[in-house]
């Protein structure tokens, strides 16, 4: 069965729909694209999908566990330990170096301090960025701070990967290039992907992707582009 599904999942703010019922499985190591227009629902998917929001109806199963009925903690737990996240911009803790923003995940996973920053230097390294291990993000570039985020959504070597816009924030340039790296290095470890994008450039990354329609999978699956 597949590592990561959801069954007829159904989520409202209110009274607004924003899933009306969504299917998708994501196999071991693959790297599916959601596309679709602003305000679909996309955003809304990888939230339940990741367990950071609970489905009101249908459900989603992680090797073979129907996760929508855990608790707030066991669903973190398993943030930690199973999931990585990566948003589009903002999210290394500003008051730290780099090479304590990715050691920070290894402490909460309960990793000794040395142990945990020697790991944090070599993912900065994996990442093309090790020479910043001593510089706080106000110092980076957008690129490289989410060079930086990646090596911290990876350092636990997780099964899922969630980016919900990862390159959003950067110059078309810059934006494929890292996205070029977080592929790269999500393939290496073998972590399937579940990649939240409306850029047509980012989508040709994926081995599949799924088009999201006002909530619900667009019929037609003509997306951005990605080979099928
Ligand atoms: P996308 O990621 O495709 O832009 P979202 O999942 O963010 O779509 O949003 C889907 C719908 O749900 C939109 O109509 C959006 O306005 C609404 N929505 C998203 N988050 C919230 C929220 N926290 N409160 C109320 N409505 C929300
Ligand atoms: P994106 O389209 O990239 O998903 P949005 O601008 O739609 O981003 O959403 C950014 C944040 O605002 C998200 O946390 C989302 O849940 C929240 N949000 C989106 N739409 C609404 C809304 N109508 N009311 C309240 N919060 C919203």
């Not at 490289?144 to 070597?157: D, H």
Request: hydrophobic share 45%; with cysteine; charged share 20%.
């Amino acid at each position: 069965s597949a590592l990561l599904s959801g069954t007829n999942v159904v989520r409202n703010y209110g009274a607004t729909p924003a899933l009306r019922g969504v299917d998708l499985a994501v196999d071991e190591g693959e790297i599916v694209a959601v596309t679709g227009p602003s305000g679909c629902g996309k955003s809304t998917l990888l939230h339940c999908l990741a367990g950071i929001l609970r489905p009101d109806a249908g459900t989603v199963t992680y090797r073979d566990q129907n996760i929508g009925l855990w608790s707030e903690a066991a669903r973190s737990r398993l943030r930690r330990t199973d999931f990585g996240v990566l948003f589009q911009f903002g999210q290394l803790v500003p008051e730290l170096t780099a090479v304590e923003n990715v050691a920070l995940p290894l402490l909460l996973a309960g990793s000794g301090r040395r142990e945990a920053r020697s790991v944090a230097a070599e993912w900065l390294d994996r990442l093309g960025v090790a020479e910043l291990a001593e510089q706080r993000p106000g110092a980076m570039s957008g690129g490289q701070q989410q060079r930086c985020a990646t090596a911290r959504a990876l350092v636990t070597q997780p099964r899922v990967l969630f980016a919900d816009e990862p390159t959003g924030a950067l110059d078309v340039l810059t934006g494929e290039q890292v996205l070029g790296e977080i592929v790269r290095v999500a393939r290496e470890l073998g972590t399937a992907v579940v990649l939240v994008t409306h850029a047509a450039s980012v989508a040709a990354y994926a081995d599949r992707e799924i088009v999201l329609r006002d909530g619900v999978l667009d019929p037609t699956g003509l997306g951005l582009g990605v080979a099928r």
